[in-house]
């Protein structure tokens, strides 16, 4: 289903749906008293632990959300936007934003909440905020090189840690628990007053803690929405059930020396197996992203056949049967893997000193083809490229 943006909601009226989120989350946090420096502050001395509570709890639904609507087919995870680690920027800038915080006792979106309130400290810490990003601007020449130093590429901490990411879900969870347990009894020794916790019955600070685990837990154990599939439509296909259509090589390269329009030749392989060999025509969609909601129109269409291949005639199959199971049809398993139809038709074997006239009539077939799918593809190729437009100087005049 995910992304929403640009598939299902356009990019305009995304504008105003982010409008309305961004007024809705000022609201949540004057309303959660985050415009006070007081409480925003608290949390370094002891006495109020709200904006950790708050942030870890946003952190943690957000994490078991994702992982939740991956699990069910919902959105891809791939498309998450992970912003790369410039280390020794991220240090410096983590001073800085603490040092601010602590002296000022805003941090910049808090500062906004307070100043929508007739703040006076909040609307000077803003206009710091705007002198400082002034600075910042006509600096950065001299501070690009330490700015853009030691880039360490989009770094997850599950993929650092070598576990996967529901493990690491898992035991975010139980930091999260514990922290909210180990704050509110130094909040409660501060302030001297009762812990908070103290005040719910224990079967509800159970249920409290049991729902965020129990989640995560079911995204573990169970398996996705795509593996349920496969694993149902493999067992359909073993019992002979549904089986999908097979085309081979010499029949496939017939076609598409005659008739390539009339089909969508789908590799299912990586990008770098694709960008390495490809059969003319073909476009590439990864067969983990096959399942993608922006495929389906491509599953649904009935005016070309599909024909799906792959390095392992399995996968091939897997492709055709998922395919089949969104609404495709007639869609075609190449039996031979992209390796073998390479080898078939651009690297032959060398014939027998006295070859068969089956024989001469394959290597002849299969070398014309080869030709016509060379052509074929350069001529697509050219297609989708810009048009280059010739710069003429213009003579004539008083020059």
């Not at 994490?63 to 020794?88: D, K, W």
């Not at 007053?193 to 409290?208: D, I, P």
Request: proline fraction near 4%; aromatic fraction near 12%; include cysteine.
């Amino acid at each position: 289903m995910g992304p929403l943006v640009p598939d299902i909601i356009s990019n305009e009226f995304n504008f105003i749906i982010a409008l309305i989120m961004g007024i809705g989350f000022g609201f949540a946090l004057e309303q959660a008293g985050f415009s006070s420096t007081r409480k925003l502050v608290g949390l370094f001395y002891g006495y109020d632990f709200t904006v950790l509570k708050v942030f870890f709890t946003a952190g943690a639904t957000a994490m078991i959300g994702i992982l939740l609507l991956g699990h069910l087919g919902l959105l891809n995870l791939e498309y998450i936007f992970v912003n790369p680690f410039f280390v020794r920027s991220a240090i410096v800038g983590g001073l800085i934003m603490g040092a601010g915080f602590i002296i000022g006792g805003f941090c910049p979106g808090t500062s906004v909440c307070a100043a929508a309130i007739g703040k006076v400290d909040a609307m000077a810490f803003l206009f710091g905020s705007a002198i400082g990003v002034f600075a910042f601007m006509e600096a950065f020449p001299w501070l690009e090189a330490f700015y853009l130093a030691d880039n360490q590429g989009a770094v997850l901490i599950f993929e650092s840690l070598g576990m996967s990411r529901n493990m690491w879900a898992l035991v975010l969870t139980i930091i999260a628990i514990t922290a909210f347990l180990a704050t509110s009894w130094i909040q409660s020794k501060v302030t001297g007053e009762k812990n908070e916790w103290a005040k719910v019955s224990r079967s509800k600070l159970a249920g409290y803690i049991a729902i965020p685990l129990a989640v995560v837990l079911m995204v573990m154990i169970t398996p996705s929405r795509d593996e349920y599939v496969m694993a149902q439509l493999e067992e359909r296909a073993a019992s002979g059930e549904c089986q999908p259509s097979i085309i081979d090589a010499d029949k496939l390269a017939y076609e598409l020396i005659n008739s390539y329009f009339e089909y969508n030749i789908i590799d299912v392989r990586t990008k770098a197996e694709y960008d390495s060999f490809h059969i003319a025509t073909a476009i590439n969609i990864p067969l983990d992203n096959l399942a993608e909601l922006a495929y389906r129109p491509l599953f649904r269409q009935r005016v070309k056949t599909n024909v799906f291949y792959a390095s392992d005639f399995e996968d091939a199959k897997r492709a055709c049967l998922l395919a089949r199971f969104h609404g495709d049809d007639s869609g075609l398993a190449l039996q031979e893997t992209a390796e073998t139809f390479q080898d078939l038709f651009f690297f032959p074997d060398e014939m027998p000193e006295a070859p068969t006239r089956h024989q001469l009539t394959v290597r002849t077939f299969r070398e014309e083809a080869a030709r016509k799918m060379e052509e074929i593809q350069a001529a697509v190729s050219a297609m989708s490229q810009p048009i280059q437009k010739k710069v003429r100087v213009v003579q004539g005049g008083c020059s």
